[in-house]
T-cell receptor
Framework: GENVEQHPSTLSVQEGDSAVIKCTYS??????FPWYKQELGKGPQLIID?????GEKKDQRIAVTLNKTAKHFSLHITETQPEDSAVYFC??????????FGTGTSLTVIP | DVKVTQSSRYLVKRTGEKVFLECVQD?????MFWYRQDPGLGLRLIYF???????EKGDIPEGYSVSREKKERFSLILESASTNQTSMYLC????????????FGSGTRLTVV
């Protein structure tokens, strides 16, 4: 099955700086890569996703890049704000039965 | 606003009790999933269902069972709760195609004492 690795497990940045979270996957058949944000006491929420026919996708301050050859994808958050503090999960799927998740990154934005 | 609703936010149960965690979605989704979330381990799939009365084991099904009698409801059952089942439990649903990611519930934090 698919194996998704996520780094770093914790990340602290100053407000206004950028944050980058990286994931690798093992199954070359995976073709859909969502990112989830989980705030304290809540379930994860989808914030951005990318499909394998696209190399980059942007939505305001967040962007995701995908390198299919190297089997890795990354989440980029620019101009970080304290409300960006949360746990972020990457995931991969080949539109089969399920998604496979990374182990999460706890992001802290220091005001 | 579409959503996945988990009936309890917090539960405290005793070792050996039978525990039911309920999940209801109002999006007419075919697929429903139960995950447990533990620090450092991420989200691990317990069971999923792609149709009424259908169920498939995930990565960690031992000690759990599920029930899907209606399309909108997916129940997770701990047959005899143990302390190592203390965890955050997350329910999720998707349409059949999985093309738009999961919609998660808010989670149930279960403590077994």
């Amino acid at each position: 099955g698919e194996n998704v690795e996520q780094h770093p497990s914790t990340l602290s940045v100053q407000e206004g700086d950028s944050a980058v979270i990286k994931c690798t996957y093992s199954d070359s058949a995976s073709n859909y890569f969502p990112w989830y944000k989980q705030e304290l006491g809540k379930g994860p929420q989808l914030i951005i996703d990318i499909r394998s026919n696209v190399g980059e996708k942007k939505d305001q301050r967040i962007a995701v890049t995908l390198n299919k050859t190297a089997k890795h994808f990354s989440l980029h958050i620019t101009e970080t704000q304290p409300e960006d503090s949360a746990v972020y999960f990457c995931a991969a799927s080949n539109f089969g039965n399920q998604f496979y998740f990374g182990t999460g990154t706890s992001l802290t934005v220091i005001p | 606003d579409v959503k996945v609703t988990q009936s309890s936010r917090y539960l405290v149960k005793r070792t050996g009790e039978k525990v039911f965690l309920e999940c209801v979605q109002d999006m007419d989704h075919e697929n429903m999933f139960w995950y447990r979330q533990d620090p450092g381990l991420g989200l691990r799939l317990i069971y999923f269902s792609y149709d009424v009365k259908m169920k498939e084991k995930g990565d960690i099904p031992e000690g759990y069972s599920v029930s899907r009698e209606k399309k909108e409801r997916f129940s997770l059952i701990l047959e005899s709760a143990s302390t190592n089942q203390t965890s955050m439990y997350l329910c999720a649903s998707t349409p059949l195609s999985l093309e738009h990611g999961y919609t998660f519930g808010s989670g149930t934090r279960l403590t077994v004492v």
